[in-house]
Structures are given as structure tokens and as C-alpha cells.
């Protein structure tokens, strides 16, 4: 039961390695590519053979489309259509969805059925080319994941600068060009919130019911628990850096609403390195994901020091400006550092480059390293060395109040209603009666 098998990485040439991205704002995760499965053969004498070319249809669709999607998905540019009979990311998620209802009668009521097909997906983090298991349960867990990493695509498509994610100038006024991007980020808040909760349904509902047979260091590290971790973390930190951004926006916000948010996503990144900076990830992908998380982490950590900053300077005491002047000078060092890390993170295989600055940081590139170098020129000016603290003080620590979206897993399909009136074959019926017992 729950057969394992995994192909090293120099085992063929399945595996998608671009050698470079174009621009990015939401690191995207390889595509985990399906490979093909003979469902009659394992399922022909067991399951009527409409159901059985059911399942076929919907994942050699999934198959197909991946397929095509994959080479094309980390290219920048927005798109409608492929010169693939119209495949697009919304495509590939809907077969997905329309997969996976019928995809879970294989595990209804611990049914026998989910150890009787070898799933195989290509990784893309893992040093193994491609993982095969004999456990349905694998199965939901890789469509979960997949349904999650298109989501991720497409908040990177609506995040890139319509200028330079086009190719062209758009013949259309700054003005339109603003409102267009402002509904872009509100929406990739939506599909942000969406893929967390794919995430999050994988870990709380799908990996306890992988039995101890198959132990989770089985699984291809693309879909470790840290991973999957890391991605929901990335997923709400970077929502909440959106959140910020229009916040900074906003004439009605407040310093301490900033300074709540910053500090909110510095936790989201802080927890995400947490979850992935143990895991042996590899062949690229898995060393830029790694290093996408440090730098926002990094990033996040200069953003809230600069507010932390600038709330301390509005006390009326030597101590609390003396604070200010520790507080904004560790938000200019950390703002150096996070360069250094964007500049490291699309270096690394496949490489990468940035957008044009946006949202928190085209506004905190700007005043840091200007408000900074004010404040600490002024307050060193009126108070002695001795009241300007040499270390940061510490953050505030907020309770985080973003949660992935309450994502649930669907009902099985009404196909399999069917199934069960009709009745297994006679050589499983008193199994599956037993089962269901």
C-alpha cells in the first residue's frame, strides 16, 4: 500500500528549467507537471466504464494543459489566449476543480480504490526528476498544490506594471493606467487569500490522511510541509503588503495603522523563513525560494522599522527620540540589506529581474534613506551620543489578523451516487461493504 518511487534527477529530461523568468513580483513556484496514468487498467474491473473514462478525460485534460502551460507561465505578459487551442491559467484551474470532486470518490470512506492507481508528478524543488505513489490521497495533495501555484501566477500577472508586462506603451492616460492597476492589486488580494486557503487545506486536511506507511519525508520536498507552509505564509504576507501599500495611499490612515500592517508582515515572512529554511531544497527553484523569502523578510523588517521610527519621534521625551534615530537607522540598514538580497534572489537560477518599483516600496525607497538621514542629523544635534541608542529597539508585536480563506474540500461527485448503486464487482463487494461498516 502507498507504493513510493522516485526518479533521480538525472534520470531524463522532463523537468521544465527555464534559464530565466523575465520580470517578477510574486515568486512562482515551478509547475508541477502530472504525467500520464492507464486508469482503466487499474480500475477497468472495478468501477463502470463511464466513471473509469471520466476520471481519464479530466486528467489527461489536466495533463495536457499543464503541459503546454508550464513553458509559458513565468513569462511576463498578459495573455487571453496560447497558441494551445485557447489554454490559459483559468483553463488549467478550472480542469482542476472539475477533476477533483470526482478525483475523491477514490478515497470516499477509506475505500481500497485510492491505493490502486501510480500517480506521477514531475517536481520542481526536489533533487528526485519525478515522484510516483500508489495513494489517492497523493493525488489531491499534488492538485491542491498546483491549484495554489496558478493562483500565485496569476496575482503575478495583475501585479506587473501593465507598461512593462504588455511590451509596449499602452495608448491610454496615466489616470487609466493608475484606477487599472489599483482594481489589479484589489483583486490579487482575492487570489492571494485563495491560494493560501488551497494551502492551508492541504496541511490541515490532506497530508494527516497519508497513512504512516508513507511516511511525509516521502513526499518530493515540493510538497513538504514547510513548503506548503512557507507558500500559504508568502501568500498572506504578501497581501498584507498590498494592504499596506494602499494604506500608504490612503490620506485617512494613520501612522499606527502602518506601523500595524508593517509589522504584521514582517511576522507572515519571519514565519515562512521559519518553515522553509531547514528543508533541502534544490535544482534552483527550490534555492529561489529561499532566497525570494529572505529578501521580503528582510524587506518587510525595513518598512517596519521606518514606521516604528517615526512613531517613536512623535514622544515628547530624549528617550523615545533616541529611540526614533535606532529604530530609522535599522530600517535604512535593512533597507540596504534588502537590496542586496533582491539583487542575490534574481541572480539565482532561473534568473529574474524586478518590475519597476510599486506600492510600499516605490514610497519607501524614497523616504527611508531621506527621513533617516533628517532625523538623525537633527536629533544628534539636540541630544547627547549617550541618549541615541545603538540597537534597535524591539518591534511592537501585533496578533496577525489575516487568515487564509476557509478553503473545503468539495463533495464527491454525484457520478459516484451511481457507482454505489450499482454495486461493486462481486470479487470487491464484501470488501468495500466491510469497509463502509
Known sequence: MGCIASTPKDAGGNRRRPASIGELSVYVPGFRIPKPVDFSQALGDQLSKNLVERLSALRTRIVVMA?????????TRRRSATQHGGSTLADLHQALEDYLPVLLGLVKD??????NIQFVWVNQEDEAEETSMSNAWYEVLSVLHLMAVL???????????????????????????????????RASVDIFLKAAGYLDCAVRHVLPHLPAALSRRDLPVDLAEGVLRALC??????TVDIQLGMAIDSAKATLAVK??????????????????????????????HRLFIKWKYVEARAGAYYYH?????????????????????????????????????????????????????????????????????????????????????TL???????????????????????????????????????EGS
Open 259 to 288: 506601523r500595524r500592517l508593517a509589522c504584521e508582515m514582517v511576522k507572515y515572512w519571519q514565519q515562512a523563513q521559519d518553515n522553509i529554511m531547514n528543508l533541502p531544497l534544490a535544482n534552483g527553484w527550490g534555492e529561489k
Open 309 to 393: 521610527g517615526l512613531i517613536l519621534d512623535e514622544g515628547n521625551t530624549e528617550k523615545s527620540h533616541g529611540m526614533a534615530v535606532a529604530a530609522l537607522q535599522a530600517a535604512d540598514e535593512y533597507f540596504k540589506e534588502s537590496k542586496r538580497s533582491c539583487e542575490a534572489f534574481n541572480l539565482a537560477t532561473p534568473t529574474s529581474r524586478n518590475p519597476p518599483l510599486w506600492g510600499t516600496m516605490k514610497f519607501l525607497s524614497e523616504k527611508i534613506p531621506r527621513d533617516t538621514s533628517s532625523k538623525v542629523r537633527i536629533n544628534r544635534d539636540l541630544y547627547s551620543h549617550e541618549k541615541i541608542m545603538e540597537t534597535a529597539p
Open 233 to 238: 505564509l508568502q501568500a498572506l504576507g504578501q
Open 110 to 115: 477509506g475505500s481500497q480504490l485510492q491505493h
Open 67 to 75: 503541459g503546454q502551460e508550464a513553458p509559458t507561465v513565468t513569462r
Open 396 to 434: 511592537p508585536d501585533f496578533a496577525l489578523a489575516l487568515k487564509p480563506d476557509d478553503y473545503q474540500l468539495p463533495v464527491v461527485d454525484p457520478s459516484w451516487n451511481d457507482e454505489n448503486n450499482r454495486g461493486p464487482p462481486a470479487a470487491n463487494a464484501n470488501h468495500l461493504r466491510a
Open 151 to 185: 493562483s500565485l501566477s496569476q496575482a503575478n500577472l495583475l501585479l506587473l506594471p501593465r507598461t512593462s508586462a504588455d511590451g509596449y506603451q499602452p495608448k491610454v492616460s496615466e489616470v487609466v493606467i493608475g484606477f487599472l492597476f489599483i482594481e489589479s492589486r
